[in-house]
C-alpha cells in the first residue's frame, strides 16, 4: 500500500499566514523604536508625483544625451537621514537642493558612473560604461550643471500637486558623508529610481525632510471642500440607506444560558438521558441576533404558538 504526501510549505498560522502562504510575500521586521510615520495614503499621493518625475528625467536624459534613456521609481521608504547615506557609495555626484517652503536641504544622488556617462555623451563621446570614478573639473561641471538645472525644474513640476516649491542648486558633494543636508537621526523620505542610459541601469535616489514634507502631505490628502447642494445629497443618501437597513431581515434567537460537557458526557448520552442546564430557572433568555445579545425574555406561548415577553433590554439591565 502506497501513501500520498503533500509537500509542505511554510507554517503561517491563521488567516494572514495563508493569505501571506498564497502571495508569496515575505514578512517585514518592525522597528517598535521608532514606528512607521508614511502612511499608505501618503505614499500614493507621493508615488504618483514621483511616477510623473520618473517619466520627465528619462525625458531630460534622452533629450540632452541623444540616446534612449528610461527611468522609474523603485522604491519609497521613510529612513534616517545617517542610513540613507551609509547606503550610498564612498564617491557619488550628490546634488543639495533648496526647496523652499521645506526646511531644511533635499538630496538628489545620482552615482558618479552615470553623471560620466551622460558627460561622455553630451560632449561627443560614446558613454560607455567604463568611466573615471574622479570629481568633475570645472567645465566638466558646467555643462552638468544644465541637465541639473532641467531635473530641478521638472521636481518643482512633478511634485506641485502636494507643495508649490522652487528649487534651487544649493551646491554639490563628492563625499556623501559630507553632504550634511540634515542631521542624522532625521527622519527622511527616500524614493529610488532605476534610470537607463543605453540600457545600463543607475540607481538614483531622491532624499526628502520628512518633517517638513508631512503638513503638505496631510493638506494634499484632505477632502476636497463639498457644496450645500452635495452635502444634502450626501445626507439625503445616508437617510435612504439607513431606512433600507432597517427593513432588512435578520434571525432572532433565544437562547439559555450556554451549558459546558466535556465529550465523554456527550458521547454517552442517550434517549430518555436528563442534561442539567447552567441556566437559572429565575433567570431571563437572552435575545440574540449573531452574536450581540439586544435583549433578555422569559418564555411563553401566544394561541398555538411558543413566545418570548421581552422583559429588558441589555441598556437598561445595564
Known amino acids: 500500500m502506497t501513501s500520498l504526501q503533500t509537500p509542505r510549505?511554510?507554517?503561517?498560522?491563521?488567516t494572514r499566514g495563508r493569505r501571506r502562504a498564497r502571495s508569496g510575500a515575505e514578512p517585514t521586521s518592525y522597528d517598535f523604536r521608532r514606528p512607521v510615520k508614511l502612511s499608505r495614503e501618503h505614499t500614493r499621493l507621493l508615488q504618483v508625483g514621483l511616477d510623473g518625475y520618473a517619466r520627465q528625467m528619462g525625458t531630460?536624459?534622452?533629450s540632452a544625451l541623444r540616446t534612449v534613456c528610461s527611468a522609474q521609481v523603485t522604491s519609497i521608504t521613510q529612513t534616517t537621514y545617517g542610513e540613507h547615506v551609509d547606503t550610498?557609495?564612498?564617491?557619488?555626484?550628490?546634488?543639495k537642493i533648496d526647496a523652499d517652503p521645506l526646511p531644511g536641504l533635499v538630496l538628489l544622488d545620482m552615482p558618479l558612473a552615470a553623471v560620466m556617462s551622460a558627460l561622455?555623451?553630451?560632449?561627443?563621446?560614446p558613454g560607455t560604461s567604463?568611466?573615471?570614478?574622479?570629481?568633475?573639473?570645472?567645465?566638466?561641471?558646467a555643462v552638468v550643471q544644465g541637465l541639473v538645472t532641467r531635473l530641478l525644474s521638472e521636481l518643482a513640476y512633478s511634485l506641485a500637486g502636494i507643495v508649490e516649491m522652487t528649487p534651487t542648486l544649493a551646491g554639490t558633494e563628492y563625499n556623501p558623508k559630507l553632504a550634511q543636508a540634515a542631521a542624522a537621526g532625521d527622519v527622511m523620505v527616500v524614493a529610488a529610481f532605476e534610470l537607463l542610459v543605453k540600457e545600463v541601469p543607475h540607481?538614483?535616489?531622491?532624499?526628502?525632510?520628512?518633517t517638513g514634507l508631512q503638513p503638505h502631505l496631510v493638506r494634499a490628502a484632505a477632502p476636497a471642500p463639498v457644496s450645500e447642494r452635495e452635502r444634502l445629497?450626501?445626507?439625503?443618501?445616508?437617510e435612504l440607506v439607513d431606512r433600507r437597513f432597517q427593513d432588512v431581515p435578520v434571525d432572532a434567537v433565544v437562547r439559555f444560558a450556554p451549558t459546558r460537557l466535556d465529550p465523554g458526557t456527550l458521547s454517552n448520552l442517550a434517549v430518555g438521558d436528563v442534561v442539567r442546564l447552567s441556566h437559572r430557572a429565575t433567570a431571563p433568555l437572552d435575545v440574540m441576533v449573531g452574536e450581540a445579545t439586544f435583549a433578555h425574555a422569559t418564555a411563553g406561548t401566544h394561541g398555538a404558538r411558543l413566545a418570548a415577553l421581552v422583559v429588558g433590554t441589555t441598556k437598561e439591565n445595564a
Do not use: K, N, W
Not at 550610498?88 to 546634488?95: N, S
Not at 540607481?203 to 520628512?210: E, G, M, S
Open 9 to 14: 510549505g511554510p507554517a503561517y498560522p491563521g
Open 60 to 62: 531630460v536624459f534622452t
Open 88 to 95: 550610498l557609495g564612498e564617491i557619488t555626484y550628490g546634488i
Open 120 to 125: 561622455d555623451l553630451m560632449l561627443g563621446g
Open 130 to 141: 567604463e568611466q573615471p570614478l574622479r570629481p568633475l573639473s570645472e567645465i566638466e561641471g
Open 203 to 210: 540607481q538614483v535616489t531622491l532624499c526628502l525632510p520628512f
Open 233 to 238: 445629497q450626501r445626507s439625503r443618501a445616508a
